[in-house]
T-cell receptor, first 111, second 116 residues
């Protein structure tokens, strides 16, 4: 069945780059998303990528999609303490209403 | 003002009580969703509604019911709460996808529910 996997934790130093990885199983996914959840808040859409793209850049965020390996990554350049949060990867399954969410990666930024 | 609001933000209740969680949106979206979030499990879909007369079960609907009172309002009820329904509950909305955009989901701030 459909599944989205992420590592649970990532720790980086302020100013370094962070790379959060995600793997998914449904090759028919049309869109893939990254959401950010800060403590006590809902999920905030960061960015998304259409399945026919390899890369999308938006300011400090770079999304890379490897469809062959079903691998999605989110790179945050110049990571700041305000980037500390849980990051969720999600796929939109083609032809359905369904979003499949990963378990989330907790990013901790050390000063 | 927030586009998707949820009330209450926190609730503690006892086993067997009936609880209603409410969601309102000002985004003008037709589609609304209820999810629950448990540690280590990500988000799981409880119910979704594509318009006022269209309500569907998600992957974990047992023990829950919903009501779509208007385009902007979607309520989730626990008829007889049990401790394993303790979780963080999120409402989300999305627009009908067209040729130019996806039905990206926008989330409310969440309701933390504790069932004792």
């Amino acid at each position: 069945g459909e599944d989205v996997e992420q590592s649970l934790f990532l720790s980086v130093r302020e100013g370094d780059s962070s790379v959060i990885n995600c793997t998914y199983t449904d090759s028919s996914s049309t869109y893939l998303y990254w959401y950010k959840q800060e403590p006590g808040a809902g999920l905030q859409l960061l960015t998304y990528i259409f399945s026919n793209m390899d890369m999308k850049q938006d300011q400090r965020l770079t999304v890379l999609l490897n469809k062959k390996d079903k691998h999605l990554s989110l790179r945050i350049a110049d990571t700041q303490t305000g980037d500390s949060a849980i990051y969720f990867c999600a796929e939109r399954v083609s032809g359905t209403y369904k979003y499949i969410f990963g378990t989330g990666t907790r990013l901790k930024v050390l000063a | 003002d927030a586009d998707v609001t949820q009330t209450p933000r926190n609730r503690i209740t006892k086993t067997g009580k009936r609880i209603m969680l409410e969601c309102s949106q000002t985004k003008g979206h037709d589609r609304m969703y209820w999810y629950r979030q448990d540690p280590g499990l990500g988000l799981r879909l409880i119910y979704y509604s594509f318009d006022v007369k269209d309500i569907n079960k998600g992957e974990i609907s047992d023990g829950y019911s919903v009501s779509r009172q208007a385009q902007a309002k979607f309520s989730l009820s626990l008829e007889s709460a049990i401790p394993n329904q303790t979780a963080l509950y999120f409402c989300a909305t999305s627009a009908l996808p067209d040729g130019r955009s996806t039905d990206t989901q926008y989330f409310g701030p969440g309701t933390r529910l504790t069932v004792l």
